[in-house]
């Protein structure tokens, strides 16, 4: 049994701000936190700088000493959960990173998981699943009108079948609450795609962790 993705859509499920994760299947987590670090949407280029074990708090405690705003810099922190990879965002992840289909080049499979909880918008969460290369499913896990939602994009064949378990778990519903609808969403994708994200560790425990710093 795993913790699956459902855990993600409490409120402040990781720490404040939001969620931004990474899962892959095919990459170390150092391989993982450096096509991360080369994926920023900004010219500048950035590398993984490795600052040791870490738990949320303590991360975001460096990152307030090292540059006197935890907002002012991005962290990872990484770990394994079965054939899965994952990276943890914390800092000023919001809008930071580029699409994820490049991560997943030379046949890695790569989701992305993503929720600017705090935006007053505000922003839905947001799915992306992609493999060598190219986007296989993605949409906004509400599954309404907001923000472009024109449905399921990526492959036909992977959207068809993902929009199928969604309808068949009552989605889109628009007289539902807004978590629950976040809630039920992640539980599809999540079995659809096999994902496995473990909570204690991510909430409670320490894990290895990187400061993407411009190189």
Known sequence: ??????????????????????????????ELADRLASNMRYATRHIAVAVGEHTGDSLLGLMDDTYGDPFAGIGLRLGCAGDW?????????????????????GGVD???????????????????????GRMLSGC?????ASWGYQGIEGDPATAARLQELLTAAGLPDLEREPREVHRTALAVVGEFFGLSLPRDPIVGGTLPAVLLEPA
């Open 110 to 132: 790569v989701c992305l998981l993503e929720y600017e909880e705090e935006n007053g918008k505000p922003v839905p969460p947001q799915f992306e699943y992609c493999r060598d």
């Open 85 to 105: 990879t994952y990276a943890v965002a914390y800092g000023g992840w919001h809008g930071e990173f580029g699409p994820a289909a490049p991560i997943s080049s």
């Open 140 to 144: 906004n896990l509400y599954l309404d």
């Open 1 to 30: 049994m795993t913790d699956g993705t459902t855990w993600l859509a409490a409120p402040r499920s990781i720490a404040f701000g939001g969620y931004h994760v990474v899962l892959a299947r095919g990459l170390s987590p150092e």
